[in-house]
């Protein structure tokens, strides 16, 4: 745990450099905003902005603190409004679970951003407004969220082989490591609500390790059924535009936004077993590491011409394996997804090697199983979703905003 803690108080401390000018010019606890006739003060945007740096949040941290900010006056008088303002023990365990994110206790992360100038009533505020809205959003809407025994039952028959789904994905995939691990995951939480093609390409450019971040994220049309089963059903409960919440992987998190999906009366098999190889490079993406892999797959047809490129190497550089395709590793179940027959992937590593991926064959499935209340959960929350982003934007419009 103390490495942990180590790691964060220097992310704090580094972080404080970003917000030091935002009370130059005016006093400390004067209104920045007033939202109807609550006040947001530069102390409070202060507060906010050294917690979003030491979280590692994706752009400024002062103008997303601002813009949270406004947000959750709306927020926590809607709350107001509707008696759902959460209780102490409510908050208390909202602490805890988000502690817990990064496996410290709540004294323990109380501590860390208590060391980089954060007070601990700014992240009970934090706390308390996400567990307000949850609130706000469930009272209002959950009624309103019919999800039918049909749409669980096209949800599960494109998951498995029923019919012919084809989907249109982007990713993002951004590496991590026990030190940074809390820091992605938030990371990859803000970029879960992009809710345009457009910024999601932005992003993918720039935090994306992805080979696909050059175009944006964006993969080429594949079936519904080559996806991780784990996958699908947040794919499908998706319309285009939105974004997956965060989806670990290997030494990286993940997200995805579904930019298209075609569906025909045909049917697309689901899979009992994928055999792939997998070849290991020393030099993980090395200029050397990547000459050695292009003449490989230049050499090669087949699984089977893997051990002549083997031969006479240590023999654990070449793995060929058939499994579930629930058992298979997340990061190599998504390159798998991405490949027809004997094509290969070089965008993996593994111990400081480059891995080669290659698809043997897939085994089709008379179909998959598929739990219907997990189904349809992820179809409630995308359309509780939906209707949340919308109230705020109606919240914002009818609001009196001032900037002071």
Known sequence: MRPTLRTFFFALASSLVL??????AQGLFSPAYIVNDKVVTNYEIDQRAKLLAFLRAPDDPVERA?????????????????????????????????????NLDTEDFLQAISSGGVSKESFVSFVQTGIAWRSVVQ?????????????????????????????????????????NAAAVQEQATELSQITSLEAFARAARQYSAAPTSGTGGKINWMPISNLPPALRPAILALAPGQVTDPVPLPN????????????????????????????????????????????IKADIDTCDDLYGVAKGKPAELLERVSKKPAEIPADIALELAKLDRHEVSTALTRYDALMMVMLCTRTPAIAAD???????????????????????????????????
Not at 19 to 24: A, C, D, K, Q, V
Not at 80 to 85: F, P, V
Not at 377 to 390: D, I, P, T, V
């Open 19 to 24: 917000s030091p000018g935002l009370t130059s």
């Open 66 to 102: 601002r813009k949270q900010l406004v947000e959750e006056r709306l927020k926590l008088e809607a709350a107001q409004t509707l008696g759902l303002m959460p209780k102490q023990d409510e908050i208390e365990a909202g602490m805890a679970e988000f502690a817990g994110r990064v």
């Open 139 to 179: 009272a209002r809407f959950a009624r309103k969220v019919q999800v039918s025994e049909r749409d669980v039952d096209r949800a599960i028959q494109a998951a498995g082989s029923g019919s012919a789904v084809r989907v249109l994905l982007s990713e993002i995939i951004i590496p991590a490591t026990p030190e």
């Open 252 to 295: 990286a998190v993940a997200v995805f936004q579904l930019r298209a999906i075609e569906e025909s009366g045909s049917s697309d098999p689901d899979y009992a077993a994928i055999e792939y190889a997998t070849y290991l490079i020393p030099g993980a993406h090395s200029g050397a590491a990547q000459a050695e892999a292009a003449k």
């Open 370 to 404: 598929v739990v219907r209340e997990d189904v349809m959960a992820q179809l409630q929350n995308s359309r509780l979703e939906r209707y949340a982003n919308g109230y705020l934007e109606e919240l914002k419009a009818d609001a009196r905003i001032i900037e002071k």
